[in-house]
């Protein structure tokens, strides 16, 4: 299994945005409207708004690529690119997906492996994310490794308002 993980750049946006949407629908398709998904997609998965996040100095967009395919993706924010203030000298993991049939292969694990080394290598003490409250799965997998519940946000999906728990980790 060769897997290895590569640096977004705006030459990826097209792979980008069809990973984003396919992994965002795979997990939550199923607890979410038609209507709240879809505008979800073109008001976080516009054109101009993930390349100006690819560009940003303080985000970073990551391929996850398991034997030439991409399996997943990363996001991570740092500085003023993080979507809460709590812990503005921390890096925040906005998001953490793979594809269904790339599940349960250990590659979370190297995405998360990934986010603790940029951590290191920037000189951050401490990671956080967003966790939807009924999503037992990522919640149990976050925990594993040493993150805990710090507080909440509404996340909004749609039109719908839903409550994000926030897992922050000390490294």
């Known amino acids: 299994m060769a897997t290895s993980i590569k640096k977004v750049t705006s030459a990826d946006l097209k792979t980008l945005q069809d990973i984003m949407q396919k992994t965002f629908a795979q997990t939550f398709g199923a607890d979410n409207t038609p209507e709240d998904m879809e505008k979800y997609f073109q ?11 690819i560009n ?45 049939e790339f599940q349960h292969q250990g590659l979370g694990t190297k995405l998360i492996d990934f986010a603790h080394q940029r951590a290191k290598e920037l000189q951050i ?33 749609g039109d719908d308002r839903q409550v994000d728990y926030l897992m922050l980790k000390e490294i």
Not at 43 to 53: F, H, K, M, P, S
């Open 43 to 53: 008001e976080n998965y516009n054109n101009d708004l993930v390349l100006a996040e």
């Open 56 to 100: 940003d100095l303080n985000s970073g967009y990551y391929f996850l690529v398991k034997d030439s395919q991409v399996a997943g993706y990363l996001k991570l924010n740092i500085k003023d690119a993080q979507t809460e203030p709590n812990w503005p000298k921390a890096m925040e993991v906005q998001r953490i997906y793979l594809l269904d």
């Open 125 to 157: 003490s401490q990671i956080w994310l967003g966790v939807w409250e009924h999503n037992e799965n990522a919640k149990r997998f976050y925990a594993k490794f040493g993150f805990k519940k710090a507080g909440e946000h509404v996340f909004v999906l």
